[in-house]
């Protein structure tokens, strides 16, 4: 590495401290990462490689591009449900639709705790809105609200008629500290892998210790867990 690009990575880990941290940790479990054999690609996805064509994923909180979906497709050949309730998302995806039909199947759900309504927040700004008012692209940037439908667990599952799943993404974008009561954490018992994104530096109110009792209650199913950069966990039996 270069002067320059040495000072240019020491200004941008002063600028975004979560950043270094998140690299730390990625340099201090590389070895178990390798140990456990895992298979991963950007942004930040991990999993252990037991996928074939007969393989089904839910992919929640899936951005516009889908992009989980869509390579495990492109690699697996497998079936995805893909879920995210942002209005701006939705030509995106119905056009991912056409396109991977029928592996690819869309729903414009918000995950949650509970079936109903609410509102959510959606960022002009960034790619992440949330169901929470505190989360900071809301606070940060320019928005606008509309109502959505909440689905729970159990709900969605049934609604793809999926009997086993092997892989579960969340990312909710701060609503994960609510999502995990008692339904929905039993529901994950057909869940082989489960991979959540938390977001304690991300939304006002949360911090480590609110992850980490999350983390012990999908533990306390029968799952093992494992984080590579300190912060997006991959659980697993």
């Not at 992850?211 to 039996?237: C, H, R």
Request: hydrophobic residues 35%; contains cysteine.
């Amino acid at each position: 590495m270069n002067i320059m690009k040495f000072i240019t990575k020491i200004w941008i880990y002063i600028k975004y401290p979560n950043l270094f941290t998140m690299d730390l940790s990625k340099f201090l479990n590389k070895k178990k990462y390798e140990k456990y054999g895992l298979d991963g690609f950007p942004p930040n996805y991990i999993y252990f490689n037991r996928f074939n064509k007969k393989s089904n994923i839910i992919d929640v909180g899936c951005g516009f591009e889908a992009e989980l979906s869509v390579t495990m497709i492109n690699k697996f050949n497998l079936n995805a449900v893909a879920v995210d309730p942002t209005l701006k998302h939705e030509s995106f995806l119905r056009e991912i639709e056409k396109k991977y039909k029928p592996n690819f199947t869309y729903y414009q759900f918000a995950l949650s705790e509970n079936n109903g309504e609410t509102t959510f927040f959606e960022s002009n700004n960034c790619e992440s809105g949330s169901l929470l008012s505190k989360h900071k692209n809301i606070q940060n940037d320019s928005i606008c609200e509309y109502k959505v439908n909440l689905i729970d667990l159990p709900t969605l599952i049934a609604k793809t008629g999926f009997k086993e799943i092997a892989y579960l993404k969340i990312d909710i974008e701060g609503a994960e500290y609510g999502l995990f009561n008692e339904k929905n954490l039993k529901s994950l018992s057909i869940v082989n892998q489960l991979f959540v994104e938390f977001h304690h530096i991300s939304v006002e109110g949360y911090s480590k210790k609110d992850t980490l009792k999350v983390v012990k209650s999908i533990e306390n199913e029968g799952f093992k867990s494992f984080s590579y950069d300190g912060l997006n966990y991959l659980f697993f039996k």
